[in-house]
């Protein structure tokens, strides 16, 4: 057997264990030994690239920050804060990823899958495009754009309150025979956040104390079921960073909020084939490239983020996550792998020795983004 063979049926092996869906609390030892093997895969697959590809990819996983606990703590904060390889590179490990995973198509999704990733695929035919949106992935902005396009809204600005229900066409709002043409003729892009950035921006918003609906319906449960001595009622609207990880660990993919479901799921990447999938980190020129492949960036520009917000950036999540006892935070990552994997985001570290037993929610929810 070649080398190169070897690679793709030791990786295709620890693949399979990656895509495999995994409901309820694991044994720490089991999800960590998860993280290892799908970090391995992954390296393995690269290992079958061309020497080129390999210098230009490897540092997309960090190995040392996988393998060993040798990067300098400072050095990772920078690395997160830097923009992604360019496009081009990581769709050829996103491809190299899809390979081994056993849904080459949406006839192989579940029915609930396929309802969820047409309902956040959205449709603009005046531009032939499909845009699948990611929550706390700007896509509050994108629908404006999109509504600007289709003439439902005149000023592309952000200063208005979003409505995500009308003025917005889903896939999922079209016949079957309209689905699959646009899916087969249209330009299909999506935009990714780094997972951790994103979590904790889902937690800032959603339990930063505006959300009442989000507090009623998931942050009484949380505090009910990871605080000691919270009693049978409890307001819920106190969630701490440290709970809302624990909920996350435990939580059946399949029952998240959209806010925290991983991308991978919301927008199967390996069942799409997206012709772009651009990034939060490198956001404007990003956007500047998928608006000018749509051929809108004529008629509309992307509006610019609020003066009010407070975006979540590295510092913010290097405070938040080193207060959380590192067990956790490794079966966080462990749950959230796929998305580190399929989109070339590294697995960060964290300086764990003033870890606590909770994280303050007072700390992180000064404005939302």
């Not at 929550?135 to 200063?159: F, L, Q």
């Not at 249209?186 to 507090?215: C, H, Q, W």
């Not at 998928?290 to 609020?306: D, I, M, S, W, Y």
């Amino acid at each position: 057997m070649s080398e190169t063979s070897i690679f793709e049926t030791t990786a295709s092996n620890m693949l399979s264990i990656c895509f495999t869906r995994r409901h309820g609390k694991q044994r720490t030892l089991a999800l960590f030994m998860l993280l290892i093997g799908c970090a391995t895969a992954v390296f393995l697959v690269l290992a079958s690239f061309s020497s080129t590809e390999r210098r230009l990819t490897s540092r997309i996983l960090l190995a040392g920050n996988v393998l060993t606990r040798t990067t300098d703590l400072a050095q990772q904060s920078e690395e997160r804060a830097h923009k992604l390889l360019p496009w081009p590179v990581r769709e050829k490990r996103l491809n190299a990823m899809c390979k081994y995973n056993n849904k080459k198509n949406v006839t192989h999704l579940s029915t609930f899958q396929k309802r969820l990733l047409y309902k956040q695929i959205l449709v603009n035919d005046k531009y032939k495009f499909l845009y699948c949106f990611v929550p706390k992935v700007a896509c509050s902005n994108w629908k404006r754009v999109i509504k600007v396009i289709d003439g439902y809204i005149t000023d592309d600005d952000t200063h208005s309150k979003m409505d995500h229900h009308s003025g917005l066409v889903h896939l999922s709002d079209l016949t079957d025979k309209e689905i699959q043409y646009r899916l087969k003729n249209y330009y299909k892009f999506m935009f990714v956040r780094e997972p951790l950035t994103r979590l904790l921006s889902a937690y800032r918003n959603k339990f930063g104390g505006k959300f009442d609906d989000f507090i009623r319906k998931f942050g009484k449960n949380i505090v009910k079921r990871y605080r000691p001595g919270a009693g049978p009622s409890p307001a819920g609207d106190d969630v701490t960073f440290s709970e809302y990880v624990q909920y996350l660990i435990d939580a059946n993919v399949a029952e998240m909020d959209i806010h925290w479901m991983p991308m991978h799921e919301l927008c199967q990447p390996c069942v799409i084939n997206y012709d772009y999938v651009g990034s939060f980190e490198n956001l404007e020129e990003d956007v500047e490239y998928a608006l000018a492949e749509t051929g809108a960036n004529e008629v509309v520009h992307f509006p610019k983020r609020q003066t009010y917000y407070h975006p979540t950036n590295p510092d913010m999540v290097e405070e938040a996550y080193s207060k959380v006892p590192e067990q956790y935070v490794n079966e966080l990552i462990a749950k959230y792998i796929m998305d580190f994997a399929l989109f070339s985001y590294p697995i960060p570290k964290f300086d764990y020795s003033h870890s606590i037993k909770s994280t303050n929610k007072s700390d992180f929810v000064e404005g939302f983004h």
